[in-house]
């Protein structure tokens, strides 16, 4: 009998006294569990393209990669044989005393005992062994501990290693170092032996070959500490340890895997005619756009990365989404993750990636699907999804593609699903030092990455997209991204910060002024012609009056041009100016002909309003209802991925890439169009003058572009009075982010101001996103060793406040909005479509169906309601002390910030050294003051 057989590694405590032990497992049971399930996630779980890659950057086959990682899993719990875990247990801890393992009772109460985490103790057991025993060079056995060290999601400190050294008793020296030798030789011995483990380990590890194998370690570790696994009655302890069984393992680890019926591998069909797999999939001929992708996609030497820029309308989704077939197949990816910037696109996107899994040929009916933003339970569809995947039995079949697997809906696990559609914070996050980061990894390394609108990406974002990108180059997996048009520097590091991850030097991007384009690496860029016809848009200038304000222009000019009927919109760069224009032409035209549609509704009127703009100016259909005399004020939201279609733009000035942007939502589709508006026309305005020099963008627009590009967009608009789409697109993009000289000699002096203003700022904003932003790969012999040292800790995809660091620090405050009635209760909104004026207990934990709706009240507050520092603590404080037992009890709003308005809806917050008043109109939004 072996003294190690009698360490523990699980206990199992009575429900009502959880100082009572129950249930027991031994050690070997648990390390021999954690090996088998390794080896099936091998097996059949592990994507293709990952093993390829670890068997490339190790130089071993794939079954000694798979023996490697069994060895890994079979030692990541060895420092649980140490007395600084032996006395969390004291009745275990006898047991193991009887069997020589002798741990002073005294070490429960040590201070230090915290600091020798079992995780720790045994990376520097496996350091010593493979250094020692087995002549491993010291560089590789660094690298390969640093897979138990890092098992519990955080890689080791050098300070927690030698915490270990430092307190020796607490590690366990004499008999505790022959048990944790033991253990290491036993495993060993599963593996194929020493003399094979000394061989395999001597290779170098780089650092994504550690986190891709830690990440394993984790998910057999998850799995096997499970309820899939049965513990042992206590009193099996004290009536005698057994000895291993691989009988008994092999039993437990089939009987386990059976039950937890993970989703099979996706294994897609290699594409051979492209045009008659458009045709399946989506049901209509490909654009010559969409073809060129799939085509750069099946062209590549090296599957890689493959950029589209396009017009809205021509199909980038379709083209990226059977881009994805042709790469995971060439790959062995197990799937993709499609990334988008808000959650309101990812909701839209949801449905249109689960339709064209219905259409793939030879999908298993299990495919395992996840929704991966905060509100996802809000979404009927993924909600259905869970239900299905809650309800099938192993084995079931159905005729509908995909479920949300039980298991990979779990807590940091839902990234893991083979198909995820979900907001790009949760991709941006591999770049961000968090928590159980290598699981982030394991799960995008496996698929293709899709990545859409990633013109709209600041620069803070960019560096974290770059790193992203970095590292998955580093991967070898393939990426998709898209966009309506890039700057040729943009997208030049875009490709040079993926390539970067692939090797060490990268060839310099061919940049073509060509739109629509794609670029691919490997490839030369490939120009690509527009679906329809070249058609120029007519430029207008809209000058404000004398007192700067344009509306009463604004007002003659929207009554003149739509004389005759039409539907115009007028697009405002920030919530105030919407809400000033919007009251105006409510004023003018009557409240039934203008709509608001910004980001400041509630995420159910939010949807609510979307849904209605698709409706009334959306493609034409059988249920469109355009009418015949409308004006949508608008912010951004009108430009990010919604298919509306208006005869009329009014535009606030924008850097010159979202104008053009913003165009595409003139005369989109081919419909009659009114005898004023048979041209499309977009006028500029959100300037004091468009006769001063230089031109001066409004105040709200400079705070939120600055001014150095939007005085670029001027210098290229103010003198235009037609723009041809696409032709002029490239080129004016090119212009406008370019470092060329622009404007006339009299805008000199201020656009070179204004240019030193934006490269500190672009600067400062670079820096800021270092402090949480993971390194780079690194050389051959680098070690995990601090890779998230300083990080946010867990960045999961129900915690925004962490995951969204990856946004700039400008972010506003999330709330959850409610109504105070006149007994002092609380109701849902009363003026919601669904569930309105229902009553919320304060006390019990809500109802489902209560919860999500109170959870779809979401609202984003002001940023000068949500600014660092007195005035942002200072509202976080007075919504703070709207406290509800309710909401603590129910998962769904538990830790979320209420705003609760009276009967009028309306709120007075006092926030430090200010107090702003608040009301919510479901026409306007929400509209504040500083009192």
């Known amino acids: 009998m072996k003294p190690w057989w009698s360490v523990w590694a699980k206990t199992g405590r009575d429900e009502l006294d959880h100082r009572i032990v129950t249930e027991w497992l031994p050690l070997h049971q648990h390390l021999g569990d954690t090996a088998a399930i390794a080896g099936r996630l091998v097996d059949e779980w592990i994507p293709s393209s990952v093993l390829t890659r670890l068997s490339e950057m190790l130089g071993l086959g794939v079954t000694e990669l798979r023996q490697l990682i069994v060895w890994a899993a079979a030692v990541h719990d060895v420092g649980k044989a140490s007395p600084a875990f032996a006395v969390q247990c004291a009745a275990l801890a006898d047991v193991m005393r009887e069997h020589g393992l002798a741990a002073d009772p005294r070490y ?24 020692t025993e087995l002549r491993v060079p010291r560089s590789s056995a660094s690298q390969l501990s640093c897979l138990i060290g890092g098992h519990h999601g955080v890689p080791p400190e050098r300070p927690d290693l030698m915490a270990v050294e430092q307190h020796a008793e607490l590690a366990g020296r004499g008999s505790w170092s022959e048990a944790r030798v033991d253990v290491l030789r036993w495993a ?102 969409q073809v060129a992708a799939v085509e750069a996609a099946l062209a590549q030497e090296t599957p890689g990365m493959v950029i589209v820029e396009a017009p809205m309308g021509e199909g980038k989704t379709e083209a990226a989404l059977l881009a994805v077939e042709a790469l995971a197949a060439r790959s062995g990816a197990d799937g993709c993750f499609v990334a988008l910037p808000t959650r309101a696109t990812t909701d839209a996107m949801f449905g249109r990636v689960l339709s064209w899994l219905q259409a793939l040929p030879g999908v298993p009916v299990n495919v395992s699907v996840q929704l991966a933003h905060g509100t996802a339970s809000l979404n009927d569809t993924f909600r259905g999804l869970l239900r299905r995947g809650h309800v099938r039995d192993a084995g079931e079949c159905g005729s509908d593609v995909g479920v949300a697997h039980q298991w990979l809906r779990g807590r940091k696990r839902g990234v893991l699903a083979q198909f995820v559609i979900g907001t790009v914070d ?400 609380l109701l849902t909104p009363d003026w919601i479509a669904q569930n309105a004026s229902v009553q919320i207990p304060l006390d019990d934990e809500l109802p489902g169906w209560l919860a999500r709706t109170v959870a779809a009240c979401a609202l984003r507050l002001p940023l000068a309601m949500s600014q660092p520092g007195p005035i942002g603590d200072g509202v976080i404080a007075a919504l703070e002390r709207n406290h509800f037992t309710s909401f603590d009890r129910t998962p769904l709003l538990n830790g979320q910030l209420v705003l609760v308005l009276d009967e009028n809806r309306t709120a007075e917050l006092s926030a430090g050294p200010a107090t702003f008043r608040v009301m919510y109109d479901p026409r306007r939004g929400l509209i504040h003051d500083a009192c």
Not at 271 to 276: E, G, P
């Open 108 to 131: 429960a109460n040590d201070r230090d005992r915290s600091r020798i985490r079992h995780e720790m103790v045994g990376q520097v057991a496996v350091l010593d062994w493979l250094t």
């Open 188 to 289: 060993a011995d599963l593996v194929g032996g020493t003399e094979w483990l000394a061989g395999a380990a001597s290779r170098p590890i780089p650092r994504p070959a550690q986190v891709l194998l830690t990440a394993m370690v984790i998910v057999a570790d998850w799995i096997a500490s499970s309820e899939l696994f049965d513990l042992e009655p206590i009193h099996a302890a004290r009536e005698g340890v057994v000895p291993p069984n691989r009988e008994t393992t092999e039993a437990r680890a089939a009987r386990a895997w059976q039950e937890l019926d993970l989703p099979p591998r996706w294994r897609p069909q290699p594409i051979t005619d492209v045009a008659s797999a458009f045709q399946e999939r989506f049901g209509r001929t490909p654009r010559p756009v």
């Open 426 to 825: 949760q991709v941006l996050a591999a770049a961000l030092k968090s928590r159980h980061l290598v699981l982030r990894h394991l799960a995008l390394a496996g698929k293709v990455v899709v990545i859409d609108e990633v013109h709209a990406y600041d620069v803070y974002m960019s560096q974290y997209l770059d790193r992203t990108l970095h590292w998955l180059g580093a991967y070898g997996t393939p990426v998709v991204l898209l966009s309506a048009t890039l700057p040729p520097r943009r997208r030049a590091e875009l490709v040079a910060a993926y390539e970067s991850g692939r090797s060490e030097t990268t060839d310099e991007v061919t940049i073509s002024d060509a739109y629509p384009v794609v670029t691919a690496t490997g490839l030369p860029p490939r120009a690509v012609a527009a679906s329809g016809e070249p058609r120029t848009v007519m430029v207008e200038r809209l000058d404000p009056g004398e007192d700067g304000d344009d509306l009463d222009e604004l007002v003659s000019l929207l009554r003149d041009r739509l004389g005759e009927g039409g539907c115009a919109v007028v697009v405002r760069n920030t919530v105030a100016r919407v809400q000033e224009a919007a009251d105006r032409l409510i004023e003018e035209f009557g409240d039934d002909h203008v709509t608001v549609a910004h980001s400041r509704f509630l995420a159910c009127d939010r949807a609510a309003l979307d849904a209605d703009l698709i409706r009334r100016f959306g493609p034409p259909t059988s249920e469109s209802e355009r009418p015949d005399l409308h004006i949508v004020v608008a912010s951004q939201v009108v430009e990010q991925s919604l298919d509306v279609d208006f005869d009329l733009m009014v535009t606030d000035l924008a850097p010159v890439d979202l104008v053009l942007q913003r165009m595409g939502r003139l005369h989109r589709h081919r419909r009659v169009r009114p005898p004023r508006l048979t041209r499309p026309c977009c006028v500029l305005t959100g300037v004091e003058s468009w006769r001063s020099e230089p031109v001066f963008p409004v105040a709200g627009s400079r705070r939120v572009y600055g001014e150095h590009m939007l005085l670029r967009a001027a210098a290229l608009l103010a003198d235009r009075d037609r723009l041809v789409l696409p032709d002029d697109i490239a080129p004016l993009v090119r212009a406008g982010y370019g470092d060329e000289t622009i404007g006339p000699d009299s805008w000199q002096a201020a656009m070179t101001a204004a240019a030193e203003d934006d490269r500190q700022r672009s600067e400062r904003r670079r820096a800021n996103a270092k402090t949480f932003r993971i390194d780079q790969v690194g050389g051959l012999k680098d070690t995990l060793h601090g890779w998230i040292r300083a990080g946010v800790g867990d960045a999961d995809v129900d915690d925004p406040r962490q995951i969204g660091q990856v946004r700039d620090g400008a972010e506003s405050l999330e709330v959850l909005v409610v109504q105070r009635d006149a007994d002092g209760g």
